[in-house]
């Protein structure tokens, strides 16, 4: 189940890409931390059956690439035409978006944006940038959670109350209590256990 904080608002992204869109944001060792897939699934399902993320040109660029690019620029490495392939799904016009953190290129996030009808302006362009470097950033892990801190959450993750936190720290109850106080407030969250589960998505415990 996706935590509250991590969401991204869709609605900017349905009005400058009406045909659909997919957005990964925070791209890890496997899975996004967020994802938003508004592809026509007829496209889906045939862009999945038939394997075509290894040959798709959009999706090549964006995984070795930082900024954004029209579709139309990248017609000349489709060598098996599967940006054709998704102009029979309306898919006629399209535009990917790109970014890493500039000192841990790790972890990735970028979105493939779709009209129908016309090519996208370089305004609309700069607006997809914003937004996907905005949720780029917004998503970042902390850096500022102490080891005490982050011990004190994955024993919360584990199951364990106040009063059994306190005794396998060998700590008082207060200084568990501190040390989650300090977690949620640097993580941005209301309880202990949403503070430990959003430490597990960031991969720090």
């Known amino acids: 189940m996706q935590l509250k904080e991590f969401r991204v608002d ?19 060792f496997a899975f996004p931390m967020v994802e938003l897939n508004h592809l026509p699934a007829g496209w889906v399902r045939e862009y999945t059956a038939s394997g ?11 995984y070795k690439n930082s900024g954004v690019v029209r579709w139309s620029d990248l ?7 599967v940006l054709d392939l998704a102009k029979d799904h309306g898919l006629n016009f ?7 953190d500039r000192n841990d290129p790790s972890q990735r996030s970028f979105g493939l944006f779709c009209r129908t009808d016309r090519e996208f302006e370089a305004r609309e362009l700069s607006r997809l940038n914003e937004r996907v470097l905005e ?35 060998k700590v008082s109850e207060s200084a568990v209590k501190q040390r989650l106080k300090n977690a949620r407030v640097k993580l941005n969250a209301k309880t202990g256990p949403q503070a430990a589960a959003m430490a597990t998505m960031f991969g720090m415990i």
Do not use: Q
């Open 10 to 28: 869709a609605t900017e992204f349905r009005s400058l890409a009406p045909a659909g869109f997919y957005v990964a944001i925070r791209i890890g």
């Open 52 to 62: 075509l993320m290894v040959h798709d040109p959009a999706m090549s660029w964006a």
């Open 75 to 81: 017609v000349v490495s489709d060598s098996l035409g």
């Open 94 to 100: 399209g535009a990917v978006v790109s970014c890493t």
């Open 135 to 169: 949720s780029h950033r917004r998503h970042a892990r902390p850096a500022n959670l102490t080891s005490a801190e982050l011990e004190t959450l994955g024993l919360v993750k584990n199951g364990l109350l106040m009063k059994e936190i306190a005794a396998v720290l």
